[in-house]
């Protein structure tokens, strides 16, 4: 089964540009970017509570690299539904980091912030193909 998922490419500066999709996280829209260079898929530490409510983060034993720095600590939390168009993954073991720099950028440039990065993990797992001609994600499941 493949899932298509539309891409927004937005520019960055005249520097480049990020890839945005829509997600749900327990059942609740959320931004998302596309990430090819993260090995993890990350959520935000803050905006993550508007989609697990109440539920409590659990500090994780180890130190998260990239975005910039080697030092910046991690949480996870268990996600009930992380949907991505038609492909449904269920209690997903995410992983949560302070994203404020990336949502402080955003803000300075007119831009929604964003609820969580995709990165390897997901993209590996679903086989994942970036159509940029036809502006879409392509991730493929098999059963």
């Excluded at 931004?31 to 260079?37: E, H």
């Excluded at 955003?106 to 001609?133: F, H």
């Amino acid at each position: 089964m493949k899932t298509i998922l539309p891409i927004t490419l937005f520019p960055i500066e005249n520097d480049g540009f990020h890839l945005k999709v829509t997600i749900t996280i327990n059942g609740i829209t959320a931004n998302a970017i596309i990430d090819t260079g993260a090995s993890r898929s990350v959520f935000d530490e803050t905006r993550i509570q508007h989609f697990i409510g109440d539920d409590n983060l659990e500090e994780h034993d180890r130190l998260s690299s990239g975005l910039g720095t080697n030092t910046m600590t991690s949480k996870k939390v268990l996600l009930n539904k992380l949907q991505l168009g038609d492909l449904l993954i269920n209690d997903y073991d995410a992983t949560i980091l302070d994203l404020q720099h990336v949502n402080l950028s955003y803000e300075k440039l007119g831009l929604a912030p964003i609820d969580g990065i995709i990165g390897g993990d997901i993209l590996t797992d679903y086989k994942a193909v970036i159509d940029y001609e036809k502006k879409e994600l392509v991730l493929s499941q098999f059963t």
